[in-house]
């Protein structure tokens, strides 16, 4: 969602008419290659070129700085695109880094080869599942799984992404059913992809839609202010909500809190109340400056009790969102405490097994901090947060559910 202007701008290119005798011819791509559709409809858009000789060099491989730009240089105006110092690509990396596309770890590997896996790992940082009002659509991970010939050979930091552009039918594999994400994308390779991108009335997709209540009915949002901005932006109607201004993991069950329409509520009488069939905790954030082996028993003690007052239900943990020190002002909010609670909140969610919504990668801009135009304290989020936030959560809680 977040990127989904960059599509905008690539599609107002792909709807302006291009003449025959505007179309560019390369010497080494003919209309017998399998590729020629997608080099020469994007060649007459001016998105991708060829070179001086006349070629275009199908086989040629990409760098990530190639990809990247390829990606971007639509979306960017004629002084965003300006080379002044560096490296020929560095307006490309300070545009993707301030849009949150990249992150500083990206940066060391621009002139890399790109193989499949990273190209498939950028791309699935874009906006590519198709809107339908009332549903969210979803790969469909069994289907996409059972297609990958080598999936046991996908590095766990791959398959997500994988399993996304297989499953929205940007890129898939050989014919021996194989990704093969260790090849470098070649030139012809990356037209195909873009296209696919760009166009996706040509895809064969592989995917599920679910109504969008499924997942937020029968649902309990447990825990502090974030909890209430939610409440109060993030036009969810669905769930059950019970949340403390200042409220924290040491609290517990007893503590006075609110729900929706304002009135006060104890987390114990919410989990007594009725059966729930989600638990979503959304902690953290008071609870940072505290060296996390401390919080480890009150988190763990929390844990038990509300699987105890809910048996059947499946508990989420939501790691805490980014501040802005800056901003906050105080000594406790700073990127080192958040990253370290959060090393808590993961390691809590994989050894008990629960679901892990990763509310911290959502909005951590390159420097793991919270952006300043994002807070107004540098610990609350904006309104349009909060709703971000709240249009995220249930596909994230299907794809939690799905691991």
């Given amino acids: 969602m977040r990127f989904a202007a960059l599509v905008c701008a690539l599609c107002v290119l792909l709807a302006l008419p291009a003449s025959a005798a505007e179309a560019p011819s390369f ?62 690509w560095q307006p490309y990396a300070d545009f993707g880094l301030g ?27 874009l906006d590519l599942l198709p809107k339908l009002e009332g549903f969210l659509a979803v790969p469909d991970r069994e289907r996409v799984k059972a297609e990958i010939a080598d999936l046991g050979d996908i590095p766990a930091d791959a398959l997500e992404a994988v399993i996304m552009v297989w499953g929205t039918g940007i890129i898939r594999g050989y014919d021996d059913g194989c990704f093969h994400g260790e090849r470098i994308l070649t030139r012809a390779e990356c037209a195909a992809v873009i296209w696919r991108w760009l166009m996706p009335e040509v895809r064969s997709p592989l995917l599920r839609y679910i109504p969008e209540d499924d997942w937020l009915t ?20 669905q769930p059950d909500y019970c949340f403390a201004y200042g409220g924290s993991i040491f609290s517990g069950l007893r ?71 800056a901003l906050a002002g105080a000594d406790c909010f700073t990127a080192e405490n958040c990253l370290a609670v959060n090393g808590l909140i993961r390691s809590l969610a994989e050894e008990r097994d629960l679901g892990l919504l990763d509310v911290w990668a959502l909005f951590a801009d390159a420097e793991n ?29 299907y794809l939690a559910a799905e691991e």
């Fill in 99 to 125: 849009l949150g596309f990249l992150t500083g770890e990206d940066i060391p590997r621009m002139e890399e080869p790109v193989d499949r896996y990273r190209a498939a790992q950028l791309l699935a940082r």
């Fill in 218 to 237: 029968g649902t309990l949002l447990l825990g502090n202010s974030h909890c209430g901005g939610l409440s109060m932006y993030g036009e969810l109607t």
């Fill in 369 to 397: 901090v919270l952006p300043a135009s994002s807070t107004g304290d540098g610990i609350h989020l904006s309104s349009e947060c909060y709703l971000t936030w709240a249009r995220w959560l249930p596909l994230a809680m």
């Fill in 255 to 325: 503590a006075r809190c609110r729900d929706r329409n304002e009135r006060s509520v104890t987390p114990e009488g919410c989990l007594r109340s009725k059966p729930y069939e989600n638990v979503v905790l959304i902690f953290g954030t008071n609870e940072m400056g505290y060296d996390p082996e401390y919080l480890r028993p009150y988190f763990e003690s929390y844990l038990d009790a509300v699987a105890q007052l809910q048996p059947e239900a499946s508990i989420f943990l939501c790691t805490a969102p980014p501040v802005n020190q």
């Fill in 27 to 88: 010497s080494d791509v003919s209309e017998d290659d399998w590729f020629y559709a997608y080099v020469s409809r994007l060649a007459e858009r001016g998105i991708l070129n060829g070179f001086e000789d006349g070629t275009f060099r199908p086989a040629d491989t990409l760098t990530n700085a190639q990809l990247v730009k390829l990606l971007l240089v639509p979306s960017m105006t004629e002084e965003e695109r300006r080379w002044s110092e560096g490296e020929w």
